[in-house]
């Protein structure tokens, strides 16, 4: 029998504006890591969740519709997150150290809210992000169950590489 971490690790997955990568990755971990995880995502310039993102990870049987994009300060007085993933280059420049973060990583993803063309071009670049984001957590996955913060962070960065 494997033993489990005492309490629920806090991942938090950050990027700019809360409406797409990070909210495709907080929807993957929360429905594929099980009770191991508190997921939770949050923006540096928080916007609105992408329809395109909700539509996508609809097709994979995970719903988006009641997430709502975040500011990173909602997080200020809360417990402190075990592992911070900041899932966009901006992100990671605009909040290098997140405060009150005991771990954190770095999985750059493109945005697929920047392409262009038609709806079913436009689409297929948030399925391609979405995948990717979906090979990094079953990535980080695989190091199931996890036991401590350390195994969780050196899986992440793992991931990330």
């Known amino acids: 029998m494997s033993e489990q971490p005492a309490s629920p690790l806090r991942v938090l997955f950050l990027c700019t504006h809360n409406s797409a990568r990070s909210q495709m990755a907080e ?9 191991s995880f508190l997921v939770f995502s949050a923006g540096t310039e928080p916007g609105t969740v992408h329809p395109l993102a909700i539509k996508v990870m609809q097709e994979i049987g995970i719903d988006l519709h009641n997430h709502t994009a975040k500011g990173i300060a909602t997080f200020a007085t809360q417990p402190p997150m ?16 997140f405060p009150n973060a005991r771990r954190q990583v770095h999985w750059g993803f493109s945005d697929p809210s ?13 399925r391609h992000i ?3 984001i979906a090979a990094r ?22 991931a990330g590489s």
């Open 27 to 35: 929807g993957l971990l929360r429905a594929r890591g099980g009770p």
């Open 137 to 158: 957590i079953a990535q980080l996955l695989e190091h199931k169950p996890v036991l401590s913060l350390e195994q969780l962070y050196a899986a992440a960065r793992e």
């Open 82 to 97: 075990d592992l911070v993933i900041t899932v966009c280059h901006e992100a990671q420049v605009a909040c290098p150290i």
């Open 130 to 132: 979405r995948d990717l």
């Open 114 to 126: 920047r392409v262009t063309g038609t709806e079913e071009e436009r689409l297929a670049a948030f």
